[in-house]
Structure formats: structure tokens, C-alpha cells
């Protein structure tokens, strides 16, 4: 692989990472009652406990996401990749074992989760993994910088519409 391609893809994976959890952090807070409702209902949380879970959730998301668009990498990353990958064991052990859940990640509560939700989730953690996978080296420019956070943005709101995306293209 070209080094400058090689430079690239971390910076993408870093930029969508934290564009996915800049959306899933504010589509929370959008539909912040439906979110804190729905981890009683879809996950079995108590509700005295979903009131400090929600609030939690949203928290570490934004935080999160604040530092990975202010150039954090590696640890933010790692707690990216932690957090993303319970996320997504948890919602696909709620999936195989419940015949309806809602997943409110991005704030959608009224559509259940389906199978390209959880796709999408397996994606994202890839995503997560790919940058570590190719070993981030140095500060890229500010124009190449400004590329990746682009393509990101791209790559972030494709993996976001998933489910609405492979649904209208099933239906052709």
C-alpha cells in the first residue's frame, strides 16, 4: 500500500469513529426521554438505574468524540473500540434473545433493530480496529487532514443509514 494511503486510512477511521459517536451522542440527547425509556424496555434496565445509564452513555459518547476530533488517538480509540464492542455484544445478545428491540442509537426508538443495525454495529468496530490495524504514524498535513475528516463524514453517515439504505435497495 502507497505510504500516503497508508497515512490516510487511520486518520478516516479516527475522524468516523468520532463523527458515529458525535451522531449517536446527539441523536440521545435529541430523543433523550424515548433513549432513558428504552433501556428499560428493550434492555431490561431498571428505570432507577436507567436514569444514571442514559445520562452516562451520552456523556462518554460526546466526551469521546470531543477528543477524538480534537487529534486524540490511541486511548480514545481503545475506549472508542471498549465501548463500541459491548455496545454491540450487548444489542445483538438483546436481538438473538428478545424478538423486538429498539435500539435508539442514533435516536430512532420506533423502528426495532434489525439485522443491518447489527451489521452496521459489526462495521463500526471494524472501523474502530482498521486503525490500529494500520499503525498511525505521523501528523498529516492539514489539507490531508481535512480530506480524511471529509471522507469520514462520507463513510459515517452511509454506515448510519445502513438499515434505510439496504431496505430501499431490497425493494427495487
Known sequence: MAPSLAALLPQVARCCIAWLLLAA???KLRSYGAFRDNLATSFGVPPA???VAAPALVVAELLLAGWLLAGGADLPMLLSLLLLSTLTAVLAYRYFTHSVVRCSCFGEAARPVSHYDLLRNVLVVGINGAYFAFAPGAALPMATGVLAAGLAAIVCVAT?????IAT???AD
Open 160 to 164: 448510519i443509514s445502513l438499515h434505510d
Open 49 to 51: 438505574a436507567a436514569t
Open 168 to 170: 430501499l435497495a431490497k
Open 25 to 27: 451522542g446527539v441523536g
